[in-house]
């Protein structure tokens, strides 16, 4: 069976989770935390900085999220259609996903991480670039939804674009002028595998270094 460690709260284990729910894919969760020093032990050895998610399948390690959708999309397929079929589609996914994460999660975690090196006064600096980066990145996001039309779900944009649309507006709330990009996140939200992520990592919600605002 397949094995998928990393941590509940984490939004790149999301990122794997997604499509293993999606597609009804048996596998088994290894928890990465210090209650499991064995999987901690492990990731340590798998990864070169000893990261989750990392998926083993038999003698098979895959890590970063992106690969192991992609590894799933090839090994273990199902209904959902993880990798566009016709390839300037799949090329448009693979763009959006490192839109996903390069511009929304990288910058949110600007601010998460400036938070967890100083809890009590975060550098302010550090504070305002990453949200002016999350803003502009919106705004992006917003025009290309008008002109564009993102894959069926669940695809790897699905599952780039739920766990930091769904962190990122913890850290800044999406803006009235981004509607389209607010319906994105809504619609992510309630679908059944990324609804069973934000469910499942509801007990771990006070460890969010900005404290989790009362919704979602």
């Known amino acids: 069976m397949l094995e998928l460690y990393g941590h509940l709260f984490s939004s790149y284990t999301w990122k794997a989770l997604i499509p293993l729910y999606a597609n009804g894919t048996e596998f088994e969760f290894k928890e990465v935390s210090p209650d499991h020093p064995r999987n901690a032990v492990f990731v340590q050895r798998a990864h070169p900085e000893g990261k989750f998610p990392v998926l083993v399948d038999g003698e098979t390690t895959v890590f970063e999220a992106t690969a ?5 999309a090839v090994r273990h397929p ?4 993880l990798i566009p079929a016709d390839p300037l589609e799949a090329v448009t996914a693979r763009m959006m996903d ?12 600007k601010v998460v991480f400036a938070y967890i090196a100083n809890p009590e006064n975060p550098d302010q600096a550090i504070l305002d670039k990453g949200k002016q980066e999350l ?4 705004r992006w996001l917003e025009q290309w939804l ?3 039309t993102l894959p069926p779900h669940v695809s790897l944009v699905t599952c780039a674009a739920a766990p930091s649309l769904f962190y990122a507006d913890w850290v800044e709330r999406i803006p009235d002028d981004c509607p389209r990009l607010a319906a994105l996140r809504a619609e992510l939200l309630a679908l059944p595998p990324v ?8 007990p771990y919600r ?9 919704r979602d």
Not at 206 to 214: H, I, S
Request: hydrophobic share 40%.
């Open 68 to 72: 192991i959708i992609e590894y799933l």
């Open 195 to 202: 609804a069973r992520c934000v469910d499942d990592a509801r």
């Open 135 to 138: 803003l502009r990145t919106y």
């Open 98 to 109: 490192r839109v996903f994460d390069n511009y929304v999660m990288n910058h949110l975690q």
């Open 206 to 214: 006070a460890f969010f270094p900005l404290g989790a605002p009362d």
């Open 146 to 148: 008008g002109a564009n």
């Open 78 to 81: 199902g209904p959902a259609p």
